[in-house]
């Protein structure tokens, strides 16, 4: 019987179930995370992820309570830039870079962390909060709201530059 193929359709290449992950411009698309690895140095590597929620939360990559993982013995260098905004449009955004440590048991360290505000338009008697959160080979950010019965919708564009640490 024959098989139609569509555009890179292979085993293992550039599909899946027929949706096109690498088109033939050599663009990539429609990827849940995105790992690089530099070929020299097999012990470093930079993911990209979307962290969501709602309220005071912990922030999650699917909707079922998943946080990015963080190896053992590594330094991650961890950007994220977050939104939060509720119904009436007012917006929150800032930058958070953090340096988060991962030893060999697996406990997840924040060292340190700078932000940067971008934008604080929360009303008068509000707070809105963002923490970087750090678990057992886990990591995320955690959120807060007080003073209002909104809903604060937050979402985090996120960089782990993970080096191992030994």
């Known amino acids: ?21 690498v088109d033939e411009l050599r663009n990539a ?38 946080q990015i993982t963080i190896d053992n013995n590594t330094l991650n260098f961890i950007t994220g830039h977050s939104i939060a905004v509720n119904p009436q449009g007012v917006v929150y955004s800032a930058k958070l870079e953090s340096i ?12 340190s962390t700078m932000r940067t505000v971008i934008k604080d338009d929360i009303p008068t008697g509000q707070t809105w909060g963002i923490e970087p959160l750090g678990a057992t080979n886990r990591f995320s950010y955690t959120t807060s709201r007080a003073g209002t019965t909104n809903n604060i919708k937050w979402a985090v564009a996120t960089q782990v530059i993970s080096i191992e640490w030994a």
Not at 55 to 62: I, K, R, S, Y
């Open 29 to 66: 698309k429609d990827f849940n995370t995105l790992e690089i690895k530099n070929r020299y140095y097999d012990d470093s590597k930079i993911s990209n992820y979307i962290l969501r929620g709602l309220n005071t939360a912990v922030l999650e990559l699917d909707g079922i309570g998943t």
């Open 100 to 111: 988060v440590f991962c030893d060999a048991s697996g406990q997840v360290t924040v060292l």
């Open 1 to 21: 019987m024959a098989t139609t193929k569509e555009k890179f359709d292979s085993t293992g290449g550039f599909s899946i179930e027929k949706t096109v992950i």
